[in-house]
């Protein structure tokens, strides 16, 4: 079975631009959560799609968004990129409530 | 704050000796996860507990959690270069869908 796998692995953006990424999450799974992971704070949660509705939503800017597709994919998007946004992006996916939680690679982003 | 906290912040060990991580965190939960890192890729899920259970095992690693005491412990043994790497524990909850809440990790260096 695969994994989760996100594209791109990584990516380099300007200031004020805009990024999207993506995660594929492993068949079967309808839950994609979305999570930034930086030297300083740590792994931090973004928000969680099922069923292409979020159902969660972490303390960051309305700049961070994403949506999830019928066919469970989901996308993540920053626009007018920081250079704090620079980060590793993971997504996980899962079965659901009380279900392990697997992570993708990640995408290294860094804004110069 | 982060939910967990991983206990030590640092491990050095001999290969072959045995690892103990520990994790506190200070809500209910309904589950447990640990998570292995490697340099900064993605999250390599290890365990998931669950708040009725105590105890379990996979391969060289067990896992206790005292709901009790809002405590876990991660325990590697005969560790090996491979295990060298940064281990999180994750905390979930099911009135908080899709998100675990991620500890600041314990560094573990096994030394050949």
């Known amino acids: 079975k695969a994994g989760v796998t996100q594209t791109p692995r990584y990516l380099i953006k300007t200031r004020g631009q805009q990024v999207t990424l993506s995660c594929s999450p492993i068949s079967g799974h309808r839950s994609v959560s979305w999570y930034q992971q930086t030297p300083g704070q740590g792994l931090q949660f973004l928000f969680e799609y099922f069923s292409e509705t979020q159902r969660n939503k972490g303390n960051f800017p309305g700049r961070f968004s994403g949506r999830q597709f019928s066919n469970s994919r989901s996308e993540m998007n920053v626009s007018t990129l920081e250079l704090g946004d620079s980060a590793l992006y993971l997504c996980a996916s899962s079965l659901g409530r009380d279900r392990e939680a697997f992570f993708g690679q990640g995408t290294r982003l860094t804004v110069v | 704050s982060q939910q967990g906290e991983e206990d030590p912040q640092a491990l050095s060990i001999q290969e072959g000796e045995n690892a103990t991580m520990n994790c506190s965190y200070k809500?209910?939960?309904?589950?447990l996860q640990w998570y292995r890192q490697n340099s900064g890729r993605g999250l390599v899920h290890l365990i998931l507990i669950r708040s009725n259970e105590r105890e379990k095992h996979s391969g060289r690693l067990r896992v206790t959690l005292d709901t009790s005491k809002k405590s876990s412990s991660l325990l590697i043994t005969a560790s090996r270069a491979a295990d060298t790497a940064s281990y999180f524990c994750?905390?979930?909850?099911?009135?908080?869908?899709?998100?675990?809440?991620f500890g600041d990790g314990t560094t573990l260096t096994v030394k050949p």
């Open positions: 809500t209910s939960i309904n589950n």
């Open positions: 994750a905390t979930g909850s099911n009135t908080n869908a899709g998100k675990s809440t």
